[in-house]
C-alpha cells in the first residue's frame, strides 16, 4: 500500500467518524423523510451497481437539506452557463456525506448553479455510496447511537490518529468520477467546454474523492482542483498534479491543526492557495450567517480569474 493511500484511507475514515460524531452532538440535525425528487437532467452514467446492496436510492432531509443515501448508480447533472456568459471552464462537483450519503443541496445543485451564474459548466456528480439501513427508523438508530465525544483540546486532536488504520474501497467512486471527466469530455462540443479547462471541486467526503481522483486515476487530467474543508493529512503528490485552492475553518474538527497536504503541494513545486478561516465548522456549502468562511466562493472565483480559469476562450475540440 503506497503512502498516497494509506494517508487518504485514514482520512476517509476519520472524515467519516467525525462527522457522525459532529451530527450527534450538534443542536439539531433531525432527519426528515423525504420523496426522491424529480431529476430530469440527470444522465446515467452506466458505471455498474453497488456489491451487497439490497436497499434502493431513497431520500431524507437534515439541517434543511436534500440528501440522498443507498446511490447504487451514479449519475451527472449539467448546469450549463447562459451561453452569452459561458467561457469554457468546466468543474466536477462532488458532494460530501461520509460516503453513506450526499448533501445534494448545500454541497451540490446550489453550488453548481453559483458556478453556472460565473460562467462555468458545472457538473453534479450523484457517485455510488456504501449501503445503509433500508428503514430510515433504522438509519435514524444508527446515526444517533451514542459516541464518544472527540477531547477538544487541540495537541489531543492533532496527536489522535484516526481510529481505525482499514482501507477504504473507492473504487466505485473513482470509477464514477471517471465516467463523468469522460462524458463531459465526449460532449465537450455540445456543452461548450474547453477540454484543457476541466476542473473538480468537492466537500467533505467529496473533497476526498477529489483528492483521490487527482492522486490515482489514470484516465483524469484535471485543470485544477478545490477540496474544500475536506481531510488536511499530508500526501505524495504526481508531478502531473494541477494547481489546488483550499480552504478549511479552523473549527472544523477536521481541521486539527494540520497543513500537511498543503505542505505537500508546496513541497512539489505545485501552485497552491489555502484559505483557513476563523470560523465556519464543518459541512457549510456557500455558507452559513456570520462566519467568516462565508466568503470563500468569493476567493475561488478571484483565484480562477488569476488563473486564467475565466476568461471567454475558443471552445478546443474535444479529441
Known amino acids: 500500500m503506497t503512502a498516497t493511500l494509506l494517508n487518504f484511507s485514514k ?17 439539531d440535525g433531525t432527519i426528515y423523510p423525504l420523496a426522491a425528487p424529480d431529476e430530469p437532467t440527470a444522465i446515467p452514467l452506466n458505471t455498474g451497481g453497488v456489491e451487497n446492496q439490497p436497499s434502493s436510492e431513497t431520500w431524507f432531509r437534515q439541517w434543511g437539506d436534500p440528501m440522498a443515501r443507498n446511490i447504487t448508480e451514479a449519475t451527472l447533472t449539467p448546469f450549463l452557463p447562459n451561453p452569452e456568459k459561458a467561457n469554457g471552464t468546466a468543474v466536477i462537483v462532488t458532494p460530501g456525506g461520509g460516503f453513506m450519503w450526499l448533501s445534494m443541496g448545500n454541497e451540490g445543485w446550489e453550488v453548481a448553479e453559483a458556478l453556472a451564474e460565473q460562467g462555468i459548466a458545472a457538473f453534479v456528480l450523484k457517485y455510488r455510496l456504501k449501503p445503509t439501513d433500508e428503514s430510515l427508523e433504522d438509519f435514524k438508530a444508527w446515526m444517533n447511537r451514542p459516541r464518544p465525544i472527540p477531547s477538544d483540546t487541540s495537541d489531543t486532536l492533532k496527536n489522535t490518529p484516526p481510529p481505525s488504520t482499514q482501507q477504504r474501497d473507492l473504487s466505485d467512486q473513482l470509477e464514477d468520477a471517471e465516467a463523468a471527466y469522460a462524458m463531459i469530455i465526449d460532449r465537450a462540443d ?7 479547462r476541466i476542473g473538480m471541486i468537492g466537500f467533505s467526503a467529496g473533497a476526498g474523492l477529489t483528492m483521490h481522483s487527482t492522486l490515482n486515476s489514470k484516465t483524469m487530467k484535471l485543470a485544477f482542483i478545490g477540496p474544500i474543508y475536506g481531510g488536511m493529512g499530508p500526501v505524495d503528490v504526481p508531478n502531473s498534479a494541477p494547481p489546488m485552492f483550499n480552504i478549511i475553518a479552523t473549527d472544523d474538527f477536521l481541521f486539527r491543526g494540520q497543513f500537511g497536504v498543503i505542505e505537500s503541494w508546496y513541497k512539489a513545486g505545485i501552485p497552491v492557495e489555502f484559505h483557513l478561516y476563523q470560523n465556519g465548522g464543518h459541512g457549510f456549502g456557500l455558507g452559513n450567517p456570520n462566519r ?9 472565483m478571484h483565484w480562477l ?10 471552445i478546443k475540440k474535444s479529441k
Open 11 to 27: 482520512s476517509f475514515i476519520f472524515i467519516t467518524a467525525l462527522f457522525f460524531t459532529s451530527a450527534t452532538i450538534a443542536q
Open 190 to 196: 455540445e456543452w461548450g467546454v474547453d477540454i484543457n
Open 305 to 314: 480569474e488569476v488563473n486564467k480559469f475565466l476568461e471567454a476562450n475558443i
Open 292 to 300: 467568516t468562511s462565508n466568503r470563500w466562493f468569493d476567493s475561488f
